[in-house]
């Protein structure tokens, strides 16, 4: 198993940037596919990027893509989601997400194990 603690939310102004990073207990944390997922208020959550277990395979929705940026460091036990360019819609609580099998990463039924979420507030 695996535990996910999520932290580095907070508020920023339009047009920031900020780094999400999630922390993981286990050793076979190499292993795990990961995933960030967000839900804004009164919203489903969605997916926002993925990876597979050595950080390769990128996926990101087209929300984001070119202005965030998913990485994996397999010796610190550490995903991190870095955001640039923020803008007011992507204000949410932020959730990290891993799975021992990279399949449909998109989708929230492919992961087992999940982060209890920070929250990230735009401002503009």
């Known amino acids: 198993q695996v535990q996910l603690v999520e932290s580095g939310g907070g508020l920023v102004q339009a047009g920031g940037s900020l780094r999400l990073s999630c922390a993981a207990s286990?050793?076979?944390?190499?292993?795990?596919?990961v995933g960030w997922f967000r839900q804004a208020p009164g919203k489903e959550r969605e997916f926002v990027a993925a990876c597979n277990s050595r950080g390769g395979s990128a996926s990101y929705a087209d929300s984001v893509k070119g202005r965030f940026t998913i990485s994996k460091d397999n010796a610190k036990n550490t995903v991190y989601l870095q955001m640039n360019g923020l803008k007011d819609e992507d204000t949410a609580v932020y959730y990290c997400?891993?799975?021992?099998?990279?399949?449909?990463?998109?989708?929230?039924?492919?992961?087992?194990?999940w982060g209890q979420g920070t929250q990230v507030t735009v401002s503009s």
């Open positions: 286990g050793r076979t944390f190499s292993s795990y596919a």
């Open positions: 997400a891993a799975d021992r099998r990279y399949g449909d990463v998109r989708a929230e039924e492919a992961y087992n194990y």
